[in-house]
């Protein structure tokens, strides 16, 4: 297993910024964040995607995700949007199919910049739409964006996140089970996971081979706010070692957008936290 880091952290900074700081700290690998302002799909153009393509070469740096999970440059805004939405589970058919269409260009930057897999989330549930239904537009939207994925030869790792509609470890591995596309599997975040009291050895051996990518950070108590690694309640050791049990070979991406004033320290601190816990023994060369 390898680290990374997202840059979705560092906000204030450009992607190849992003990607020259998250090497020198040590990591293997980065986590590109598929919005504003850095690869916004319906902004990003074939030069913007060479540029870090370079970057990417010239720090030897691998993409390890796509995050597709938010749509902060659909609203415009600098660093809010309403949890996700437009999501491949809204009532809204128009805004559906939006979500649908920016998964598909996310998808064809993964592709370009020869990264396995993206992340996507569910979205919330909304009032007055039985769960029900909107489970049902939920594998609607899936269906045709995992046949797109699967002719692109990229995997669709989705996380799962309190106040969701897929929540928790069972929703996820139910709704797998359902669809049983094998380039459909999770994208694990294991603050998510410790929040709702989850046992991360069970949802680890639950979700096996069908874990893609890795999301890690420390949380305190049960309060959802992303913690560098050490300043919270979270058993590194655990998690390693359940993973170690499953022969993971992936990227395990330290996620910490709660850090833009300082992503810099937040990522060094991350790695010096981590490495020595044995989450980066296949180090860059």
Known sequence: MRLSFSTNAFVRFSVTEAIAIIAGAGYSGVELLADAPHLYALSTSDSDLAEV???????????????????????????????????????D????????????????????????NISITSGRMVPGIAPARSMALLRESLDEVLEY??????????????GLLVECYSELKELMDTLGAVNFGANLDFGHSHVLGEDPKLVIE????????????DIS?????????????????VIRQGLDDI?????????LYTYPDNPEDA????????EPLGFNRAKRT
């Open 149 to 162: 994925a699967a002719v692109k030869e990229i995997r669709i790792g989705m996380e799962y996140e309190p």
């Open 206 to 217: 639950g979700l096996s081979s069908e874990i893609f990518h890795v999301h890690l950070e």
């Open 267 to 274: 990522a060094l601190r991350a790695f010096q936290h981590l």
């Open 221 to 237: 108590g049960r309060k959802h706010y992303h913690l560098i690694p050490g300043d919270g309640d979270i058993d590194f050791g």
């Open 53 to 91: 393509a370079h970057a990417l070469e010239k720090t030897g740096l691998l993409p390890s995700n796509i995050n597709a999970n938010t749509a902060v440059g659909y609203y415009g805004r600098k660093f809010w949007e309403p949890l996700f939405e437009p999501s491949l589970a809204s009532p």
């Open 93 to 116: 058919s128009c805004e559906r199919k939006w979500r649908v269409q920016y998964t598909k260009k996310c998808i064809d930057m993964a592709r370009a910049l020869s990264c396995p």
């Open 247 to 255: 022969s993971y070979s992936g990227f395990i991406a330290v996620e």
